[in-house]
């Protein structure tokens, strides 16, 4: 049963990052927003749901590990500036923390 849920998490996460990334304008705002995106999914089902731990499989593992992207984002890294890809990682790691920090307070409230 686990391994069904974390694969139809990964199925959906993928197919939904697919879809982010080819309407958005470009590669880089694509992954930026759906990494964003899986922190958010990650972090609310983390710290607002309280997940079973077959809801933290799907959505934690499956879903959010197969819509977010560290392939893409070495990618983009390695095609740009040192300059321009420096800014790129750390805000994505910044704005990564932020939404975990938010979600992890407001689940303290």
Do not use: C, D
């Given at each position: 049963m686990q391994i069904l849920l974390v694969s139809l998490g990964g199925i959906i996460g993928s197919v939904l990052r697919w879809q982010f990334i080819e309407v958005l304008p470009t590669l880089s705002l694509g992954v930026f927003t759906v990494n964003q995106l899986g922190v958010l999914v990650a972090g609310f089902v983390a710290y607002r749901?309280?997940?079973?731990?077959?809801?933290?499989?799907?959505?934690?593992t499956g879903f959010a590990g197969g819509f977010t992207t560290l392939s893409s984002l070495a990618f983009i890294l390695h095609g740009s500036s040192p300059v321009s890809g420096f800014v790129y990682a750390a805000s994505s790691l910044v704005v990564s923390m932020l939404i975990l920090n938010i979600l992890k307070e407001k689940a303290k409230a």
């Amino acid at each position: 049963m686990q391994i069904l849920l974390v694969s139809l998490g990964g199925i959906i996460g993928s197919v939904l990052r697919w879809q982010f990334i080819e309407v958005l304008p470009t590669l880089s705002l694509g992954v930026f927003t759906v990494n964003q995106l899986g922190v958010l999914v990650a972090g609310f089902v983390a710290y607002r749901m309280k997940p079973s731990e077959n809801q933290r499989l799907f959505w934690i593992t499956g879903f959010a590990g197969g819509f977010t992207t560290l392939s893409s984002l070495a990618f983009i890294l390695h095609g740009s500036s040192p300059v321009s890809g420096f800014v790129y990682a750390a805000s994505s790691l910044v704005v990564s923390m932020l939404i975990l920090n938010i979600l992890k307070e407001k689940a303290k409230a």
